[in-house]
Nanobody, 121 residues
Framework: QVQLVESGGGLVQPGGSLRLSCAAS????????MAWYRQAPGEQRELVAR???????AYADSVKGRFTISRDNTKNTVYLQMNSLKAEDTAVYYC???????????????WGQGTQVTVSS
């Protein structure tokens, strides 16, 4: 079994910062990529940022220059540093990992339970 556990969400004022963390644990052979998605009320889930095992990153246009994704492969952990937060960043943020549990199985998607980020004065 694989678990993704997120932490770091909360309430922050506009212009503030938060750092999200997501640790993957369980039977993990290798992690291809890790990512953060978010879903606001009434909206579809959208990709926020993604990082591959080779440390290639990609960001949604709406967060470029404000958010930074990074990972610690020794801890199977991904981080999302969020600066200059705006009200429109309010959403539930979900961690995603594409990983293999054994060398013989193809990679599969795993999701965390989500953490609420609220940007409000």
């Amino acid at each position: 079994q694989v678990q993704l556990v997120e932490s770091g969400g909360g309430l922050v004022q506009p212009g503030g910062s938060l750092r999200l963390s997501c640790a993957a644990s369980g039977t993990i052979f290798s992690i291809n990529a890790m990512a953060w998605y978010r879903q606001a009320p009434g909206e579809q889930r959208e990709l926020v940022a993604r990082i591959t095992s080779g440390v290639t990153t990609a960001y949604a246009d709406s967060v470029k220059g404000r958010f930074t994704i990074s990972r610690d492969n020794t801890k199977n952990t991904v981080y999302l540093q969020m600066n200059s937060l705006k009200a429109e960043d309010t959403a539930v943020y979900y961690c995603n990992a594409v990983l293999k549990t054994t060398q013989w199985r193809p990679p599969s998607d795993y999701w965390g339970q989500g953490t609420q980020v609220t940007v409000s004065s």
